[in-house]
């Protein structure tokens, strides 16, 4: 697999993610009036409401002369192009062209190219093609008893699925969050852990590690963590810090090319009620930074699927078993593309 700044295609990687929902922008930032020009797996998109309040994701592209239809705007629900002036509902249709006000518009079809989109937790997720999941769950979303924190987005130039693997590996605890999350100079070796794959996605047992500043109180806490990979960018751990103290974390991370992504994160606790919100901040802001610099310096950029191309050790199942699982997720998107070629050539 070599590395080119850009997505191949054929790649198991990218056929992986191209059927899947990702995190692309919060719901805030896309404003009634104003397209927002977003990129996803090396597309160049824009979204923007309708006349309902809708989401849609398009292509950034009018098929008529070329130009960004995000450098455009949202009148009466409809999304104008800045160039001429022609105005697309939210099927595609185009409803005016000013220049010749009195005639229908020309088809849609080689104008406009629509993709998935939905709304969930303030977040804008978007599917290239036909979606082959549904959009992850968060459970503590709708308990009261958490406090739902938006932290990020953090800006990495590296692969998105090394971004999410470094996540759900606590082996680097000691080492790239020293006297944090571990303790660099005793770090403890990790019990045997197991991973299981249901419809949701992979989830690993406890998996329990002694922590010198825990949590956003800054004390020491002997922590239990429950990984898992509920989509090929989004995964999630409950941290178990005492009998009933919860710190959750919903990790997505959007994979803008093949060598650059953007964290987003919603960080649920049930304690602390005292705790700033920049107290709860700072602690997010310097664990992902720390994991930043390490991230960016991995190669291949690209996370490899064959379980040859790097070395492994037990602590490494959770990664290991994510890998096998992109691949497996490839391999069966490939199939149904090669599957619907064929009927196309048929027909």
Same mark, same amino acid.
């Given at each position: &697999?070599?590395?080119?700044?850009?997505?191949?295609?054929?790649?198991?990687?990218?056929?992986?993610?191209?059927? *899947? #929902?990702?995190?692309?922008?919060?719901?805030?930032? @896309?404003?009634?009036?104003?397209?927002?020009?977003?990129?996803?797996?090396?597309?160049?998109?824009?979204?923007?409401? %309708?006349?309902?309040?809708?989401?849609?994701? #398009?292509?950034?592209?009018?098929? !008529?002369?070329?130009? $960004?239809?995000?450098?455009?705007?949202?009148?009466?629900?409809?999304?104008?192009?800045?160039?001429?002036? #022609?105005?697309?509902?939210? /099927?595609?249709?185009?409803?005016?062209?000013?220049?010749?006000?009195?005639?229908?518009?020309?088809?849609?079809?080689?104008?406009?190219?629509? +993709?998935?989109?939905?709304?969930?937790?303030?977040?804008?997720?978007?599917?290239? =093609? *036909?979606?082959?999941?549904?959009?992850?769950?968060?459970? /503590?979303?709708?308990?009261?008893?958490?406090?739902?924190?938006?932290?990020?987005?953090?800006?990495?130039?590296?692969?998105?699925?090394?971004?999410?693997?470094?996540?759900?590996?606590?082996? !680097?605890?000691?080492?790239?969050?020293?006297?944090?999350?571990?303790?660099?100079?005793?770090?403890?070796?990790?019990?045997?852990?197991? @991973?299981?794959?249901? =419809?949701?996605?992979?989830?690993?047992?406890?998996?329990?590690?002694?922590?010198?500043?825990? %949590?956003?109180?800054?004390?020491?806490?002997?922590?239990?963590?429950?990984?898992?990979?509920?989509?090929?960018?989004?995964?999630?751990? $409950?941290? $178990?810090?005492?009998?009933?103290?919860?710190?959750?974390?919903?990790?997505?991370?959007?994979?803008?090319?093949?060598?650059?992504?953007?964290? #987003?994160?919603?960080?649920?606790?049930?304690?602390?009620?005292?705790?700033?919100?920049?107290?709860?901040?700072?602690?997010?802001?310097?664990?992902?930074? *720390?994991?930043?610099?390490? @991230?960016?310096? /991995?190669?291949?950029?690209?996370?490899?699927? %064959?379980?040859?191309?790097? &070395? +492994?050790?037990?602590?490494?199942? &959770?990664?290991?078993?994510?890998?096998?699982?992109? $691949?497996?997720?490839? =391999?069966?998107?490939?199939?149904?593309?090669?599957?619907?070629?064929?009927?196309?050539?048929?027909?």
């Amino acid at each position: &697999m070599l590395y080119n700044g850009e997505w191949n295609r054929e790649e198991l990687d990218y056929q992986a993610l191209v059927n *899947q #929902w990702h995190v692309v922008a919060l719901s805030e930032d @896309v404003e009634a009036s104003k397209p927002k020009a977003v990129r996803l797996l090396g597309e160049d998109l824009v979204l923007w409401r %309708d006349e309902s309040g809708q989401v849609n994701a #398009w292509k950034d592209y009018c098929g !008529h002369r070329g130009p $960004k239809l995000s450098l455009g705007c949202v009148k009466q629900g409809q999304l104008e192009c800045p160039y001429h002036g #022609w105005r697309f509902n939210s /099927q595609g249709d185009c409803t005016l062209v000013p220049a010749h006000p009195d005639r229908s518009g020309p088809s849609s079809e080689r104008l406009i190219f629509r +993709h998935f989109a939905e709304e969930r937790y303030g977040y804008i997720w978007v599917c290239l =093609e *036909q979606p082959a999941r549904s959009l992850p769950e968060l459970p /503590q979303w709708e308990d009261d008893a958490y406090r739902k924190v938006y932290a990020g987005p953090y800006y990495y130039k590296a692969n998105a699925l090394r971004a999410l693997e470094n996540f759900i590996d606590p082996s !680097h605890f000691p080492f790239v969050h020293p006297n944090l999350n571990g303790l660099p100079d005793a770090p403890e070796p990790l019990k045997k852990y197991t @991973v299981s794959l249901d =419809e949701r996605g992979l989830h690993s047992s406890e998996i329990a590690v002694f922590q010198p500043y825990g %949590d956003h109180r800054g004390i020491p806490v002997n922590a239990r963590y429950n990984y898992s990979i509920l989509n090929p960018t989004t995964a999630y751990f $409950k941290k $178990k810090t005492g009998q009933i103290e919860r710190f959750c974390t919903f990790f997505n991370a959007t994979p803008v090319d093949e060598a650059e992504c953007i964290i #987003w994160l919603i960080v649920a606790i049930n304690f602390g009620p005292d705790l700033t919100l920049e107290q709860i901040l700072s602690r997010q802001n310097l664990v992902f930074e *720390q994991d930043r610099h390490i @991230v960016e310096s /991995q190669r291949p950029a690209r996370l490899p699927l %064959d379980p040859k191309a790097e &070395m +492994h050790v037990n602590s490494d199942r &959770m990664g290991l078993e994510y890998r096998r699982w992109l $691949k497996n997720l490839g =391999e069966a998107a490939r199939s149904r593309n090669l599957i619907q070629q064929n009927r196309s050539v048929s027909l």
